[in-house]
């Protein structure tokens, strides 16, 4: 891992390797497929080698999570450039939009559809249901962040930055949900009406009705 | 299966007593802990009586898909009462409200839970994929009916029925994902949002700004 980057350059130590596989096999065998076999495999170790880093396949996939929000997190993170009005179009643009030009480690909707296997786990595993809860809430203050940062700055309206935060982060999770598991495209079909939201909600001066 | 509602009284054959079965048991162990001899365990059957039903668990998920959204469509089937305030309201309500008063079997947020661990398959599955993509499209089609109908009777904007439909329903996916893999309560967090989104973007009168 380089810089705090779970696929980048050459897998650090063997557990960095197996979580590697563990992606690898989950995006060829899904998540009922997993089995320890089959990420040593991946990872060209044996399964002793494997007990020696996980007790067993649950232990496993609570690291995977982990591993998994670490580049979600990553993926998404925006680095506030003083202008709010462009930090919250570059956030919705980070889940939205492909990037063809910059070639990623796997592709971000690999990650995506990864995320949504791991994340329907929370519907029967309370450790994973309590890391889902505390992931959105640290997807929805960034968010909030960056509205507090408009408002101050007096190009945003004086919204309430918890609600509008925590009703983009829901429709977020919406698109991704629905792009993950859909063969249309369906974030074509709501994205000029989540700009519309933004403009309409937050940013001065766009509509007469603020 | 009474009416074609599928939980409701006696299971009319052992088919639909295996895919009771396999709701159970999706509720006991979750979707990897799904296996043919814990289904037919449930159903009190025999293999081989399961084996004439279905070629095999791949078979028996595609039949449990299709099982789990008949339901899902019976919960959140609106009948138009004329008036598309109220039916676009109940079509919301349907979704995010529960019925403390209405005991259903099984309740809806079990319903909906397995619904997000299915829709989890179809990252991987094209066959799933097709299949919930067709259903985010039903489930659009009976909002657009409503929205179409409000127009035509002047009492919503003249907005966009297709679009509107689309960003509404992304909503209730995000919605309907975080509720089931959360352990807070993200429904009352977006509630009055959507309540007030619907206001402010349909309905004549209620805001100056149309």
């Known amino acids: 891992m380089t810089d705090g980057i779970p696929f980048a350059g050459e897998p650090a130590d063997s557990h960095e390797a197996i ?6 096999a989950l995006r060829e065998y899904g998540y009922a497929g997993l089995s320890i076999q089959r990420i040593a495999d991946e990872a060209d170790l044996s399964k002793s080698t494997f007990y020696h880093h996980f007790d067993g396949k649950e232990d496993l996939l609570l690291s995977f999570q982990e591993f998994i929000l670490t580049e979600f997190n990553r993926i998404f993170q925006v680095e506030s450039t003083g202008d709010p009005e462009q930090d919250i179009k570059t ?22 559809g990864s995320y949504v296997e791991m994340r329907a786990q929370a519907v029967q595993n309370p450790d994973f249901r309590e890391k889902f809860t505390e992931t959105d809430e640290l997807f929805a203050r960034q ?58 909600t937050l940013i001065l001066g766009t509509y007469s009705s603020h």
């Not at 979580?19 to 690898?24: E, G, I, L, S, V």
């Not at 956030?91 to 995506?112: I, Q």
């Open 19 to 24: 979580m590697r596989a563990t992606f690898r």
């Open 91 to 112: 956030f919705v643009s980070l889940v939205l939009d492909d990037f063809p030009d910059c070639v990623e480690t796997p592709d971000k909707n690999a990650v995506l």
């Open 143 to 200: 968010l909030v962040q960056i509205i507090e940062d408009g408002i101050e700055q007096g190009v945003f309206a004086d919204v309430n930055p918890e609600t509008v935060s925590r009703f983009m982060i829901t429709i977020l999770d919406g698109v991704i949900l629905q792009s993950a598991t859909r063969n249309d495209n369906p974030v074509a079909e709501v994205r000029d009406t989540i700009d519309e939201y933004i403009e309409e």
